[in-house]
């Protein structure tokens, strides 16, 4: 598999890049693909810009502070409508980790952490700042992994009264082992609203939750008779709405 790298100043200026250009790549980025995935000049590899822009490229000269590339091919793939959201719970150990990588190899456009409140995990003070970088580190490396063309953004640190308001303009499912419509029950969207789905932390959603956020307009689903991990759920569900969407 080609090495992916990602550059988000790629394609910023006011002459787009086209194919026979050449590009140079700095900073974390470049020092990671010479040093530690040993890129030298001659080999072949793919760019990106995390907005959409792919680049087949030929290295030129490599160096841990500079990699220059000539681009050999440009694909640009417009961002997916609709975009599909992981609400994911804080969650002990390394579980909400695990979901949000998941979920970002399998297509998801955006994460917001979630304070549930039967989360046991706790960001406060320092600790909203570091959750949210290293949320954004994991979702990094996993699409570049996958080789995404676009990185999904992780918002802040959210609450429940936040997500009620996030309910309102979109279509919001809540993942409930006890609801009585199944996820692959749920109809194609007929609009491009966002498609926004809430995994709870290990005690699940909170019947309080639960009300408020179907009060704003979401709807319970469930995604079978098991009941899945916090880690799972959402990655699981996300593979549905692939399917459900057309995107598999």
Same mark, same amino acid.
């Given at each position: ?145 996958? +080789? *995404?063309?676009? #990185? ?5 640190? =959210?609450? /429940?009264?936040?997500? &009620?308001?996030? %309910? ?50 979401? +709807? *319970?689903?469930? #995604? ?5 991990? =916090?880690? /799972?759920?959402?990655? &699981?569900?996300? %593979? ?9």
């Amino acid at each position: 598999m080609a090495h992916f790298f990602l550059s988000e100043t790629l394609d910023t200026g006011p002459v787009p890049v086209s194919e026979g250009s050449t590009v140079s790549v700095t900073g974390a980025e470049a020092k990671h693909a010479v040093t530690v995935s040993r890129v030298r000049p001659g080999e072949t590899l793919l760019l990106g810009n995390g907005a959409g822009l792919v680049l087949d490229v030929t290295v030129l000269t490599a160096a841990p502070a500079e990699l220059v590339v000539r681009v050999d091919a440009v694909t640009r793939t417009p961002a997916a409508t609709p975009r599909i959201v992981l609400v994911q719970a804080l969650a002990k150990g390394d579980r909400d980790e695990l979901a949000v990588q998941a979920a970002t190899e399998l297509g998801i456009d955006g994460v917001v952490p979630w304070a549930a409140s039967r989360s046991v995990a706790r960001w406060e003070g320092p600790k909203v700042a570091k959750g949210q970088a290293r949320w954004a580190a994991i979702v990094r490396e996993a699409s570049k992994q996958s +080789i *995404r063309p676009w #990185l999904p953004a992780v918002s802040p640190l =959210t609450t /429940t009264k936040q997500l &009620a308001v996030l %309910a309102a303009s979109t279509r919001m499912l809540l993942l409930e082992p006890t609801a009585s419509a199944r996820l692959t029950s749920i109809g194609s969207p007929a609009d491009d609203r966002d498609i926004v789905l809430v995994v709870g932390p290990e005690g699940g959603i909170a019947a309080s939750e639960l009300d408020i956020l179907e009060q704003a307009g979401a +709807i *319970r689903v469930r #995604l079978g008779d098991t009941v899945l991990r =916090t880690s /799972t759920a959402g990655p &699981a569900a996300v %593979a549905i709405l692939n399917a459900a969407l057309g995107r598999w």
